[in-house]
Structure formats: C-alpha cells, structure tokens
C-alpha cells in the first residue's frame, strides 16, 4: 500500500501563488510517475503535471504549462507543485497520485494507482 496527503490549499486572489506538498508513505516502489490532478465542481478529474521517479521527466497540461512547476524532495519523500499566476479557472480540489505501472505517460485518472484524499484551491477574481 502507498499513502498519499496532500497539503497546501487555499484561499488566494487571482495572480497570486500556492504551494502544494504530497507526502508519500507506505510500500516503497522504485519506478513510477507521481503527478497531479484536480477536480472542478461538475468537471471530470483532468490531470494536471506529473514527474517520473527515474529520470525526473516532466509533463503538463497545456493550461497549467509556464504557470506550474512539479518537483520532488527525494530526502522528504515529498512532491510539490508550485503554482502561479492562478486565475479562477484553477479552482478545484487538487489530487496527488501515483502510477506504479509506469512505462510512457497516459494522463488518463484511471492510469493511477494511488490517491490522495485532495485539498482545495480556490482562486478569487
């Protein structure tokens, strides 16, 4: 088993910055995608950003690209995600996920194997 908690949201004006932490706990694996996704209200679960474990490849979604960043604290078993710039269309519940099966990148939310339980962002105008 892996456990996922996530951490970080929040109330922010639009053009501000939040940072979420995912930390990571349980069984260890050695290669996976650790990424991130999130979920408006009345919105189907879209993915966000992920990094993989080995090798440290980074993906985005095109509205998050040059806005959002992914890293991992190795030591603190943890996975960030910086966000800026934010605008109201950011607002959702942000999950942290791992694929264990990871081979190339499928953005799809079933593609994942663990979850998080979610922490909201919300981005005022």
């Known amino acids: 088993q892996v456990q996922l908690v996530e951490s970080g949201g929040g109330l922010v004006q639009a053009g501000g910055s939040l940072r979420l932490s995912c930390a990571i706990s349980?069984?260890?694996?050695?290669?996976?995608?650790m990424g991130w996704f999130r979920q408006a209200p009345g919105k189907e679960r879209e993915f966000v950003a992920a990094?993989?474990?080995?090798?440290?490849?980074?993906y985005y979604a095109d509205s998050v690209k040059g806005r959002f960043s992914i890293s991992r604290d190795s030591a603190k078993n943890t996975v960030a995600l910086q966000m800026n710039s934010l605008n109201p269309e950011d607002t959702a519940v942000y999950y942290c996920?791992?694929?264990?099966?990871?081979?190339?990148?499928?953005?799809?939310?079933?593609?994942?194997?663990?979850w998080g339980q979610g922490t909201q962002v919300t981005v005022s105008s």
């Open positions: 349980g069984r260890p694996f050695s290669s996976a995608l």
């Open positions: 996920a791992v694929d264990l099966n990871y081979q190339k990148l499928d953005r799809r939310a079933s593609a994942f194997d663990y």
């Open positions: 990094l993989s474990k080995i090798g440290g490849a980074t």
